[in-house]
């Protein structure tokens, strides 16, 4: 069993609205890996990282990840982190895995304020500057497509993906 499709990106790509279009459009169950997380722990994850720290989410996170890949068969959103593990990127091999690229002033505006993202306290937009270099050449390295997002609707986004998956 392998998903259809996993998405993979920053906060503010639009992968959990782009996964729901997805799935609707083909029909087929839609898995988020935080909202595995968050319903196997019963905490919200931001909860979880003032908790038990992210070193704690993370492997929660890599377990969550590695269940879905082997469980699910329909479309599946990947926590923007995720594949910041080697074992998660391991494990992503051979899937059809699309990074839903965005930039700097999209993400930010996007992702706002928002308390729900516990690496984008503060500065948000440096915040997301500095989560976007680090993570966008590992999101390239596991993707066997890059879709970009910026200016498009969710609409948009998910015809461009089903246009890729067949």
């Given at each position: 069993m392998s998903p259809r499709v996993v998405l993979v990106g920053p906060p503010g790509a639009g992968k959990s609205t782009v996964a729901a279009l997805l799935g609707e459009a083909w029909g087929v169950?839609?898995?988020?890996?935080?909202?595995?997380?968050?319903?196997?722990?019963?905490?919200?994850?931001a909860d979880l990282f003032v908790e038990r720290g992210e070193a704690h989410f993370r492997d929660l996170e890599a377990g969550a990840v590695a269940r879905a890949l082997a469980e699910h068969?329909?479309?599946?959103?990947?926590?923007?982190?995720?594949?910041?593990?080697?074992?998660?990127?391991?494990?992503?091999?051979?899937?059809?895995?699309?990074?839903?690229?965005?930039?700097?002033?999209?993400?930010?505006?996007?992702?706002?304020?928002?308390?729900s993202r516990p690496l984008l306290l503060g500065n948000v937009r440096s915040q997301m500057k500095a989560l976007l270099d680090e993570r966008r050449p590992v999101y390239t390295e596991v993707a066997a497509h890059v879709v970009p997002t910026d200016g498009r609707t969710p609409d948009e986004v998910a015809q461009a993906v089903l246009s890729l998956i067949d």
């Open positions: 169950a839609v898995r988020d890996t935080d909202a595995d997380v968050e319903a196997l722990t019963g905490t919200a994850i068969d329909g479309v599946l959103a990947l926590g923007g982190g995720a594949v910041m593990r080697p074992e998660t990127r391991e494990a992503l091999a051979g899937h059809p895995v699309v990074f839903l690229d965005v930039g700097l002033a999209e993400a930010a505006s996007r992702v706002g304020l928002t308390t």
